[in-house]
């Protein structure tokens, strides 16, 4: 149609050079489901220390020598499973979060980009560079230094970026309200397990925040919804590796759910703020099987924040609330 507009964007853009730039950044995904795109960009993905922090000159012979030519195929098979026709859904989420918070806030540039892969954060932040200010937000609610200190190392010096939101309110609310939404459709599970991405012990036990504020999340989505202890449980999933990663493992916890004859399991994963190959694939598929296979009934995976008008508009809010005069000039 002549004269529309792109998707996502306002009716008035707003300058520029008086606009604060806001960059999305989420983990990244292959540009395709097959061994090909599946080495790329695990060749990319796992030669970064911060993925994995073993010697370089142990770590890289093993990877380009064993790993980069076993792994994409059995990567490729798992993504084939949850590829959409308009490609790799957490592509498509965080896209279309960026196209909703544009509109959400027409007075800024919004932009996204991956960590690994493409879109990138230097292609992100020269899409950006007209703008006065430029605000990077990285997608993962709660800081690990595997993921978020791996988006600032992309960053030229001075770039503003918010660290976590993990206990901000208007997260809360928006996984809440996904939460409560889900149940009035579905009916209510009899346990809520909530899943986060897993970490190496070994990182938290050098004094990363992760697990701390992974359980300031659960503690007050579960205070949110009105949940009583024994109706809610927290697991850490996406072990990788033969190292002790923090505990309990979402698959040894399904099991012994599923063992206990538990009627039905519904499971969230509050630190994904998109649906991807971890909750599409490990959960809804391996886990459900787990589950069922050890004596479940009934097994529900609740859907991420995603495109969810709440979550729009926390994240608005977290910009408006980093984006303003005051909390520039203190935000790290």
């Not at 970064?48 to 093993?62: F, G, H, T, Y």
């Not at 697990?211 to 999340?217: E, S, V």
Request: aromatic content about 8%; glycine content about 8%.
């Amino acid at each position: 149609m002549t004269g529309a507009l792109p998707a996502g964007r306002p009716a008035t853009a707003p300058d520029p050079a008086q606009a604060l730039g806001v960059l999305l950044v989420n983990l990244g995904t292959p540009a395709a489901p097959t061994s090909a795109a599946l080495r790329r960009y695990l060749e990319e993905f796992l030669s970064d220390p911060r993925v994995v922090a073993i010697p370089r000159i142990i770590w890289l012979p093993l990877l380009h020598g064993l790993i980069l030519r076993t792994r994409p195929r059995a990567s490729a098979q798992r993504y084939q499973a949850i590829w959409t026709p308009e490609g790799s859904p957490l592509a498509v989420h965080t896209r279309r979060q960026s196209e909703l918070l544009q509109l959400a806030l027409p007075e800024c540039e919004i932009e996204y980009a991956m960590r690994y892969g493409g879109p990138s954060i230097a292609q992100g932040l020269e899409r950006l560079a007209n703008c006065r200010r430029r605000l990077v937000i990285p997608l993962y609610p709660q800081y690990a230094g595997s993921t978020t200190e791996a988006v600032r190392d992309c960053l030229p010096a001075g770039t503003r970026m918010i660290g976590d939101f993990h206990a901000h309110p208007a997260y809360i609310s928006a996984l809440a309200a996904g939460v409560t939404r889900y149940w009035a459709a579905h009916g209510q599970g009899d346990i809520l397990l909530m899943s986060f991405h897993g970490l190496p012990q070994r990182a938290v036990d050098r004094g990363d925040p992760y697990k701390d504020q992974c359980l300031t999340t659960a503690r007050l989505l579960a205070e949110a919804l009105g949940l009583p202890k024994d109706a809610c449980r927290i697991s850490f999933q996406s072990r990788f590796g033969k190292a002790a990663w923090i505990a309990p493992y979402t698959a040894s916890l399904v099991q012994e759910l599923g063992s206990m004859r538990t009627k039905r399991l519904d499971v969230l994963c509050p630190g994904f703020v998109s649906d991807c190959l971890e909750t599409l694939e490990e959960i809804q598929l391996e886990a459900k099987k787990i589950f069922l296979d050890s004596g479940g009934t009934e097994f529900h995976l609740l859907p991420c924040l995603n495109e969810s008008p709440e979550w729009i508009s926390a994240l608005a809010e977290i910009v408006r609330e980093s984006g303003s005069a005051s909390a520039w000039q203190t935000l790290p």
